[in-house]
């Protein structure tokens, strides 16, 4: 079966760094799109990151939503088939359950990211931002 299982989340205080990961398993990953969305408490899930990843399985456009675009990088490690969020100066409005997402079509990832554009999902992993 295809699966995602995110991991990493924890409290972290404003202004720190945090790095989220996302195992991969089940399917390749090649041809795709892989995402990061959040959904802060009492919001809608809301895309925050995604990543091409080509043929060959390489990493290549990468997208951001603006809130996000100074201050958070996603990439993957195709050896590892794992999918990351890089996160710094952690703001208090980052708070949220952090999902990755994919799906076999590159043409899902877009500048605007819809939940409904993602066939595949992790359960989430909690990040708590203090202020």
């Known amino acids: 079966q295809v699966q995602l299982a995110e991991s990493g989340g924890t409290r972290v205080p404003v202004g720190g760094s945090l790095k989220l990961s996302c195992a991969l398993s089940?399917?390749?990953?090649?041809?795709?799109?892989l995402a990061w969305f959040r959904q802060p408490p009492g919001r809608e899930r809301e895309g925050v990151a995604a990543?091409?990843?080509?043929?060959?399985?390489?990493?290549?456009?990468?997208y951001y939503s603006s809130s996000v675009k100074d201050r958070f990088t996603i990439s993957q490690d195709n050896d590892k088939n794992t999918l990351y969020l890089q996160i710094h100066d952690l703001k208090f409005e980052d708070t949220a359950m952090y999902y990755c997402?994919?799906?076999?079509?590159?043409?899902?990832?877009?500048?605007?990211?819809?939940?409904?554009?993602?066939?595949?999902w992790g359960r989430g992993t909690q990040v708590d931002v203090s202020p």
């Open positions: 089940g399917s390749t990953f090649s041809g795709s799109c």
């Open positions: 997402a994919a799906r076999h079509s590159r043409s899902s990832c877009s500048p605007v990211l819809r939940r409904t554009d993602f066939t595949t």
């Open positions: 990543l091409v990843t080509g043929e060959d399985g390489d990493a290549g456009s990468a």
